[in-house]
């Protein structure tokens, strides 16, 4: 079965510090991989996904993420935090047996940046 | 600008009595999911449309029921709500099905049951 587990609930970073948000997966399949930041009062938005090719995928706001098999890994990152980017992080793994488009969601990470 | 909807953004019930939660998209999308976020976990998928197909999850309770009249509004019905039902719903749309479609997301619905 299909499962995500994000081991950090919170964590705390300086503004301008880099940032590292970890992800595991479970799926028996090649997983479609997305990474989702939900801010206070708002919906979710999608940062990035991941389905194939190049393991290391950019997304908005300047984000980036990468895919890493061996791990069963998909850790978000970016270089320098901003004040904007304190939110909820949700990282998820799609499952599309028979073609409908089910994301199964970790936890999430919260995210709070001091200045 | 918005282009998923939810109303109320926040509804207070008593146990038992039905609430109904709504969603409207502008997106003009084919698929509508509804998913249920109780507090410090993971959102978790009730059911979904694709048009009017209705998909259910094999643990969804019956006590949770959908309706979707049209393309743009889709509503969430918990016909006997219990304590166990506070969390926040949250509504969702994609232009198809299949792992390569984006899901939008609403701001969601944060219920209380009393």
């Known amino acids: 079965a299909q499962s995500v587990t994000q081991p950090d609930i919170h964590i705390t970073v300086s503004e301008g510090a880099s940032l590292e948000l970890r992800c595991n997966y479970s799926y028996g399949a090649t997983p479609y991989l997305f990474w989702y930041v939900q801010s206070p009062g708002q919906g979710l938005q999608l940062l990035l996904k991941y389905f194939s090719g190049d393991t290391l995928v950019q997304g908005i706001k300047g984000f980036e993420a990468e895919f890493k098999r061996s791990q069963s890994s998909f850790n978000l990152r970016k270089p320098s935090v901003h004040w904007s980017d304190a939110a909820e992080y949700f990282c998820?793994?799609?499952?599309?047996?028979?073609?409908?488009?089910?994301?199964?969601f970790g936890t999430g990470t919260r995210l709070t940046v001091i200045p | 600008d918005a282009m998923v909807i939810q109303n109320p953004r926040y509804q207070v019930t008593q146990f038992g009595k039905p609430v109904t939660l709504s969603c409207s998209q502008t997106?003009?999308?084919?698929?509508m999911y509804w998913y249920q976020q109780k507090s410090s976990q993971a959102p978790k998928l009730l059911f979904h449309y694709y048009d009017k197909d209705f998909n259910n999850e094999a643990d969804t309770p019956d006590n949770f029921q959908s309706r979707r009249p049209n393309t743009s509004f889709c509503f969430l019905d918990i016909r006997s709500p219990g304590l166990g039902d506070t969390a926040m719903y949250l509504c969702?749309?994609?232009?198809?099905?299949?792992?390569?479609?984006?899901?939008?997301f609403g701001p969601g619905t944060r219920l209380l049951v009393l």
């Open positions: 997106l003009n999308h084919n698929v």
């Open positions: 969702a749309t994609s232009r198809d099905q299949g792992g390569l479609e984006t899901q939008y």
């Open positions: 998820a793994v799609g499952a599309f047996p028979t073609g409908a488009n089910n994301l199964f």
